[in-house]
């Protein structure tokens, strides 16, 4: 069975690396081994874990599509009446310890939607924006937190000089850290902070970047609250919750218009109008097969059906590439 299941896992793993879309030429310089083996320094991680949102539950529900949402995409997301949904939440990073009331660490949830046209895979975050515009950013952020050997931790400096000659890596510290702590997982708002196109099924083909809301609106927590809490709680909270009643987001695009960054996640579209596409029902922690494949998973962006397709966006592209390098060292 181990060796089955671990066959599985190589074939899928080879399956995703040939999926990937190259990166940009500017972009080749930056390998996505270079970004895991940066990020597991960060994390004081070994190469044999999740490289990234280690920390985090799995769940498993169903997605229920807008009656609205197959104009927008031929995607059979969009027409079946109900899509089975694995889903994982986590605390976004390289340290595995981070505490769940960290206000500056975003949260995360990602899905894999069994679909009858193949996986439909995502993963978003609960903030607007990315931490870096490009890979080569991201790894110049990553290196800058490194620990130095000196003293084992990173070098306040060293941080302070790139993000003052990066500032677009402040701006998701600085989203998180202006709002109120999420209550819960459940109670986050999520976004897809890179551009995919979808095609109608008149042909037109527009960018559209996802928008995920916890039903009801989302809880909070002051920061009296927050302090008061152990430094993990969430997946507990999930647990108990989920034990009771579903949790339930609602799933829905925001178009592009002329003038909005499709290839840069750091900046954020101007508020406008969103399409109503469906609703995720979270039933229940997922235990048995569905945590099995959610453990080994890794929710590729760019595991996408007819009707959705991925932009250039290089952090996008680059994301795809390195969960596969993670995904082949976490099974060797």
């Known amino acids: ?23 940009h030429s500017e972009e080749n310089k ?23 949102h280690q ?22 997301l969009f027409s079946a009446p109900s899509t089975p949904a694995l889903v994982r939440f986590s605390m976004a990073g390289p340290n595995p310890k981070v505490p769940d009331k ?3 660490a975003a949260r995360g949830l990602s899905v894999s939607f069994d679909t ?8 978003t975050i609960s903030a607007p924006v990315f931490a870096a515009k490009s890979p080569a950013q991201f790894l110049g952020l990553l290196q800058s937190r490194a620990p130095d050997p000196a003293t084992g931790k990173p070098d306040p400096e060293k941080i302070k000089a790139f993000a003052a000659a990066n500032p677009e890596v402040a701006r998701q510290p600085e989203y998180l850290n ?17 551009t995919f196109f979808f095609t109608g099924p008149d042909g037109s ?40 009643k579903p949790a339930e987001f609602d799933f829905s ?42 453990q080994t998973s890794i929710f590729n962006p760019v595991q996408l059906p007819a009707g959705i397709e991925p932009s250039d966006d290089p952090i996008l592209q680059m994301r795809a590439s390195a969960y596969a390098v993670s995904l082949s060292r976490r099974n060797q």
């Open 205 to 244: 083909r527009r960018a559209a970047r996802w928008f995920i809301t916890p039903v009801g609106g989302g809880a909070t927590l002051t920061d009296e609250e927050a302090k008061a809490k152990p430094e993990d709680f969430y997946i507990a909270d999930l647990t108990e919750r989920l034990a009771t």
């Open 116 to 123: 009858p046209d193949g996986p439909t895979e995502m993963g």
């Open 55 to 76: 920390k985090g539950v799995c769940a498993v529900g169903s997605f229920a599509a807008a009656p609205e949402a197959k104009a927008l995409s031929t995607a059979a």
């Open 178 to 194: 202006a709002r109120p702590l999420p209550a819960s997982f459940a109670d986050a708002h999520y976004f897809g902070v890179h």
């Open 1 to 23: 069975m181990m060796i089955c299941a671990r066959t599985h896992v190589l074939a899928a793993t080879i399956a995703l690396l040939s999926f990937t879309t190259p990166m």
């Open 30 to 52: 930056t390998s996505a081994a270079a970004l895991v083996d940066a990020l597991n320094i960060v994390g004081g991680k070994p190469q044999n874990v999740r490289v990234s």
């Open 253 to 294: 695009v925001q178009f592009a218009e002329s003038g909005d960054e499709l290839l840069d996640p750091t900046i954020v579209w101007p508020v406008r109008a969103r399409q109503p596409v469906g609703r995720l029902t979270i039933s229940a922690i997922a235990e048995g097969q569905a945590l099995a494949k959610c």
């Open 102 to 104: 960290a206000k500056a």
